[in-house]
Nanobody, 129 residues
Framework: QVQVVESGGGLVQAGGSLRLSCIAS????????MGWFRQAPGKEREGVSS????????YYADSVKGRFTISKDNAKNTLYLQMNSLKPEDTAMYYC??????????????????????WGQGTQVTVSS
């Protein structure tokens, strides 16, 4: 049974930083692309970032490009999202997701929810102004 658990959210002032973690069990993330999504109250869930299964390429939404960094630690079966220069508009529930496809050849850039088969419960990030 695959489980995905996020952590690292919290309350931070604008301009601050947070690092989100996502630990997967029941699956070896070394062979799967992964992504981060977020959903603010009253808004659609949006794709924030993805990383190819082998870690050689990444995608970022324009709204976070240059501020967020996605990475994988295969030895720890953990995905990270380093978030710097946080803005109040980054306030949302952040979700980690695992690709449905084993060693997908292409980087996921459209961040279609149906591309991802396993989801965590989310971790709340709140950025105060």
């Amino acid at each position: 049974q695959v489980q995905v658990v996020e952590s690292g959210g919290g309350l931070v002032q604008a301009g601050g930083s947070l690092r989100l973690s996502c630990i997967a069990s029941g699956l070896n993330i070394e062979s799967y692309a992964m992504g981060w999504f977020r959903q603010a109250p009253g808004k659609e869930r949006e794709g924030v970032s993805s990383i190819r299964w082998n870690g050689d390429s990444t995608y970022y939404a324009d709204s976070v490009k240059g501020r967020f960094t996605i990475s994988k630690d295969n030895a720890k079966n953990t995905l990270y999202l380093q978030m710097n220069s946080l803005k109040p508009e980054d306030t949302a529930m952040y979700y980690c997701a695992v690709d449905r496809v084993y060693r997908r050849s292409q980087l996921i850039t459209d961040m279609a929810r149906e591309d991802f088969g396993y989801w965590g419960q989310g971790t709340q990030v709140t950025v105060s102004s």
